[in-house]
């Protein structure tokens, strides 16, 4: 069964250090999504992306976040210069189309740890 | 914007137990809705999910759900609970018109049923 696959599992970085989580979302989808997991609360969307560009972005992705479909396989989420609070489990999730009348793929996530 | 609520943070209960989590959404046309599971240490999975038509929807590992549309209620059922059935249940919408939909997530209900 196809999936959606996030490397790494785990990362620990310092604050102000930049970080890169990749994700591959399932080959024939169109739609994909970062959304992100603090501790104890709840999933929140992050961006999505369509077409080699952003279609929705929440207020948390500011200048700091960035997405990028380098390869066309892989879906990058970059922060710039971390910070204690980006400390989460990020996840990436794909959409074979858009409308509501599909589910969304999650993979297994990234937690990210800014020491 | 669409919020999603479920009314109960923790559940604990014994095995064969008849388990019910609340979900209620708030928005102003037509959603899907879905509820995603999480066991410890895993991703994102998910149990079942209305689009339309029957009301009453089966997922997977026995477990059901009603939308009850004059309420904005999404509530999980399971008649019979097993110790696997601990982790985190996740009640989520989109709305059905909006092209590449972003999730809305509940605050999350963590299930422990005890052996």
């Known amino acids: 069964e196809p999936e959606v696959t996030q490397t790494p599992s785990h990362q620990v970085t310092q604050m102000g250090q930049e970080v890169i989580l990749r994700c591959v979302p399932i080959?024939?989808?169109?739609?994909f999504y970062w959304y992100r997991q603090i501790l104890g609360q709840k999933v929140e969307f992050l961006v999505s992306f369509y077409n080699n560009e952003i279609s929705e972005k929440s207020e948390i992705f500011d200048d700091q976040f960035s997405v990028e479909r380098p390869d066309g396989s892989n879906f990058t989420l970059k922060i710039r210069s971390t910070k204690l609070e980006d400390s989460a489990m990020y996840f990436c999730?794909?959409?074979?189309?858009?409308?509501?009348?599909?589910?969304?793929?999650f993979g297994q996530g990234t937690r990210l740890t800014v020491v | 914007a669409q919020s999603v609520s479920q009314h109960n943070h923790h559940v604990i209960l014994s095995e064969a137990a008849s388990l019910e989590l609340g979900c209620n959404y708030s928005y102003g046309g037509t959603v899907n809705l879905f509820w995603y599971v999480q066991y410890p240490g895993q991703h994102l999975q998910l149990l079942l999910k209305y689009f339309s038509g029957d009301p009453l929807v089966k997922g997977i590992k026995g477990f059901e759900a009603e939308f009850i549309k004059s309420k904005f209620s999404f509530n999980l059922r399971k008649p019979s609970v097993q110790w696997s059935d601990t982790a985190e249940y996740f009640c989520?919408?989109?709305?059905?018109?909006?092209?590449?939909?972003?999730?809305?997530f509940g605050g999350g209900t963590r299930v422990l049923v005890k052996p």
């Open positions: 080959s024939n989808h169109l739609y």
């Open positions: 999730a794909s959409r074979l189309v858009g409308g509501g009348n599909t589910e969304a793929f």
């Open positions: 989520a919408v989109t709305p059905t018109q909006a092209a590449g939909n972003k999730l809305t």
